[in-house]
């Protein structure tokens, strides 16, 4: 399996910005789809967003606009830039790689946007 570390949590007003890092252990992203999932409390775990291994890009419609996600295939590491955060974005937010039956997870990092 893929180790995967998040980082780049933290606590930010409603309407800053936070990255965030999901640093892979190897070069995978040309086999892998990488995704960033959310989850809040009480609530289900909701994809976010995904980088296929083709250089697609998806989004959830409740962050289109807002947030990016990106990699740099050198540094085996993917991003997740977020943008105008608002309250409803806290949550754990966790970094995901999947390839065929491999569906590896990290340990995940807080985000809470609060005043």
């Known amino acids: 399996q893929v180790q995967l570390v998040e980082s780049g949590g933290g606590l930010v007003q409603p309407g800053g910005s936070l990255r965030l890092s999901c640093a892979a252990s190897?070069?995978?992203?040309?086999?892998?789809?990488m995704r960033w999932y959310r989850q809040a409390p009480g609530k289900q775990r909701e994809l976010v967003a995904t980088?296929?291994?083709?250089?697609?890009?998806y989004y959830v419609d409740s962050v289109k606009g807002r947030f990016t996600i990106s990699r740099d295939n050198v540094k085996n590491t993917v991003y997740l830039q977020m943008n105008s955060l608002k309250p409803e974005d806290t949550a754990v937010y966790y970094c995901?790689?999947?390839?065929?039956?491999?569906?590896?997870w990290g340990r995940g990092t807080q985000v809470t946007v609060s005043s």
């Open positions: 190897g070069s995978i992203f040309n086999r892998y789809h």
């Open positions: 980088f296929t291994s083709g250089g697609s890009t």
């Open positions: 995901n790689a999947n390839h065929a039956v491999d569906n590896s």
